[in-house]
């Protein structure tokens, strides 16, 4: 492990407090992530439906692992800030198939990986984490393995038995190695503060309009927000408001709120 990867993943480890938490606007290439980076951002994470969108593939397990692993190689090699990658179910059909693509982020870099359960069952997770853990400790790395319990996001169960369901797979996934948990889909406060209560490692919720604010949320117990796929949603919104006015009206006034070619131009020529 180089000394540059080990200061980035105990920075990366330790900017999760609910004191001031860690506040991430998800990145999809280079650009957003120097664009981002710019803005002041801590560290950076990858949003895996972005880097999907925009090698041409869907969100959902159908990027092929070379080309996921391709992108965060870049990413990180364009940053000087912490890589934690979104890396879906883990690019591989079984556990030993997920300790391959770790092997891989490992090698290209990043600090921290997130891999989500999905409709997969619980014990699924657990294996592809205790393998991404495995596989981490053999190499000596310090890996921020943050686990995705999507019940809420997919609305999976009965949701009078959602809570205790999430927690049944949060302990799950901390007892196969996690160091963090993501519940995304969650915004009102009750089931926030239960989570970040009945969890023992850092809880990360997905944020986006209706969410409380990040230190509303630090409040509360949860000591990573991330934007998940919002940031490039927004940014393909921002094109299509652009292609529509044009063909539309014949005008261009949406392009009045890009950034600036020299700026942006100016961001990918400095060495970071």
């Given at each position: 492990?180089t000394i540059?990867?080990?200061n980035n993943?105990?920075l990366?480890?330790s900017?999760?407090?609910?004191?001031?938490p860690l506040?991430?606007?998800n990145?999809?290439d280079?650009?957003?992530?120097?664009?981002?980076?710019?803005a002041?951002a801590?560290?950076?994470?990858t949003?895996s439906a972005g880097?999907a969108?925009?090698?041409?593939?869907?969100d959902?397990d159908?990027?092929?692992?070379d080309?996921?692993?391709k992108?965060?190689?870049?990413?990180?090699?364009?940053?000087?800030v912490?890589?934690?990658?979104?890396?879906?179910g883990?690019?591989g059909k079984?556990a030993?198939?997920?300790?391959e693509?770790?092997?891989?982020?490992l090698?290209?870099g990043?600090v921290?990986v997130?891999i989500?359960d999905?409709?997969?069952p619980?014990t699924?997770l657990?294996s592809?984490l205790?393998?991404?853990?495995?596989?981490?400790d053999?190499?000596g790395a310090?890996?921020?393995?943050?686990?995705?319990?999507d019940t809420?996001?997919?609305?999976?169960?009965d949701p009078d038995?959602?809570l205790?369901?999430?927690?049944?797979?949060?302990?799950?996934y901390?007892?196969?190695?996690a160091?963090?948990?993501c519940?995304?889909?969650v915004?009102d406060?009750a089931t926030i503060?239960a989570?970040a209560?009945?969890?023992?490692?850092?809880?990360?919720v997905m944020?986006?309009?209706?969410?409380?604010?990040v230190a509303d949320?630090?409040?509360?117990g949860?000591?990573?927000?991330?934007?998940g796929s919002?940031v490039?949603?927004a940014?393909?919104a921002?094109?299509?408001?652009?292609?529509q006015?044009?063909?539309?009206?014949?005008a261009y006034?949406?392009?009045?709120?890009?950034?600036?070619?020299?700026?942006?131009?100016?961001l990918l020529?400095?060495p970071?």
């Amino acid at each position: 492990m180089t000394i540059t990867r080990l200061n980035n993943a105990h920075l990366f480890r330790s900017l999760h407090t609910p004191s001031v938490p860690l506040a991430l606007a998800n990145a999809w290439d280079v650009a957003s992530a120097r664009v981002i980076e710019a803005a002041g951002a801590p560290a950076i994470a990858t949003t895996s439906a972005g880097v999907a969108w925009s090698l041409g593939s869907p969100d959902g397990d159908v990027l092929t692992r070379d080309r996921a692993l391709k992108l965060i190689a870049r990413i990180v090699a364009a940053v000087a800030v912490p890589v934690t990658a979104d890396i879906e179910g883990g690019y591989g059909k079984d556990a030993a198939g997920v300790a391959e693509t770790v092997t891989g982020v490992l090698a290209a870099g990043a600090v921290g990986v997130n891999i989500e359960d999905g409709t997969r069952p619980p014990t699924e997770l657990a294996s592809r984490l205790a393998a991404a853990r495995q596989t981490a400790d053999r190499a000596g790395a310090d890996l921020f393995l943050n686990a995705r319990i999507d019940t809420f996001l997919f609305g999976l169960g009965d949701p009078d038995t959602r809570l205790k369901e999430t927690l049944i797979r949060a302990h799950m996934y901390v007892d196969a190695g996690a160091d963090g948990i993501c519940v995304p889909g969650v915004t009102d406060t009750a089931t926030i503060t239960a989570l970040a209560r009945e969890i023992s490692v850092p809880l990360n919720v997905m944020a986006g309009p209706g969410t409380p604010t990040v230190a509303d949320l630090g409040a509360l117990g949860v000591a990573r927000v991330s934007l998940g796929s919002g940031v490039a949603q927004a940014a393909y919104a921002a094109a299509r408001r652009a292609a529509q006015e044009l063909f539309g009206t014949g005008a261009y006034d949406s392009l009045a709120e890009g950034i600036a070619f020299p700026e942006l131009n100016t961001l990918l020529s400095e060495p970071h």
